[in-house]
């Protein structure tokens, strides 16, 4: 299941990625968000998997057929996200309206001086979440980030923010390396930031329910959270539409423990609680939702939903 979103190629080139940057970043954001939508039409024609993948998930939150147009309302939020990525690190916050949940708990966990562990999904903007950071200038913020599954947008946006590049964990690096890394980190009393909704090649899974089915999700980020022993904050940071951000904080453990003779049950038990909000959020927020692969390992199982031939979409 992982390999499918690893070989998924990267989304547009350098160029058409830097052309956005200038459009962007010259003309305005409002100018360039009348580019997303066809942008995502032309996402929808010549993406098939990922429409599928799309189509899969919408009717699993639904629970009935959804039609082209929420298809591509689903691939527009996902370009929007992208886009305000590049305000968000060149400009900060402040083209934005963002509501912030959970950020007195947040807080109270940073001052203990302990470090911790945000957790988070791909579910709107992590970018946003990041912004958060930019009130506590005290704490350095470290993201754990595969540099290699998207190199373009890496590049843009390391050249966009070098501080933020800067910061980053490799998570393409070697396991005893990001380990360390974070550790390291931690120590410092830093936050430390991952998403666990996808795992590595070769990494281990356990399977909890999500959207009425079950689904594999890493046991990495959950072990690495009983080595370093920090608190664990689950973090979202919805897209609500417009300029408008969610963010949201909830205190997941104030130390992860996971007993080695009862390895399996703790780690299942721990899925199935980040699961179970994964879920509330997607509810939430239906169109937050971007893992574009088969997220269920279906074997195409639902392929027969998707009426759009590739042959004629480009797929």
């Not at 579910?123 to 540099?147: H, T």
């Not at 190199?151 to 393409?172: C, H, N, R, W, Y």
């Not at 089915?213 to 980020?221: D, N």
Request: net charge positive; proline share 5%.
């Amino acid at each position: 299941m992982s390999a499918q979103w690893r070989q998924q190629r990267e989304g547009g080139g350098r160029f058409s990625l830097w052309l956005i940057r200038f459009i962007s970043l010259h003309f305005g954001r409002g100018f360039a968000r009348l580019w997303l939508h066809p942008i995502a039409l032309y996402y929808f024609l010549r993406r098939g998997p990922e429409r599928r993948a799309s189509r899969q998930y919408l009717e699993r939150i639904t629970g009935m057929p959804v039609s082209h147009a929420q298809v591509i309302h689903h691939i527009h939020c996902f370009a929007a996200t992208l886009l305000d990525r590049i305000f968000l690190l060149a400009r900060g916050d402040r083209d934005f309206e963002i509501e912030v949940e959970g950020l007195e708990l947040l807080h109270e966990t940073i001052d203990r001086g302990k470090g911790l562990l945000l957790v988070g999904s791909h579910q709107g903007s992590f970018e946003a979440l990041r912004a958060v950071s930019q009130r506590r200038p005290d704490v350095p913020l470290r993201v754990v980030l595969d540099k290699q599954k998207t190199p373009a947008m890496t590049k843009l946006l390391e050249a966009l923010a070098p501080q933020v590049g800067a910061s980053v964990i490799d998570a393409s690096r070697d396991g005893t390396s990001i380990t360390l890394a974070m550790a390291e980190a931690t120590s410092r009393g830093e936050m430390v930031a991952l998403l666990a909704d996808r795992a590595r090649p070769g990494e281990h899974c356990r399977h909890a329910q999500f959207l009425g089915r079950s689904a594999p999700f890493p046991i990495g980020p959950w072990l690495m959270a009983s080595v370093l022993k920090v608190p664990v904050v689950l973090c979202f940071g919805l897209y609500m539409g417009g300029n408008r951000y969610k963010l949201i904080f909830e205190i997941m453990a104030d130390r992860v423990e996971i007993p080695r003779a009862l390895r399996a049950h703790a780690l299942d038990q721990l899925i199935s609680r980040y699961a179970q909000r994964l879920e509330h959020y997607a509810h939430v927020a239906p169109y937050n939702w971007f893992n574009f692969y088969d997220f269920w390992h279906d074997d195409g199982a639902d392929a027969g939903m998707d009426h759009i031939q590739p042959s004629s979409a480009g797929a």
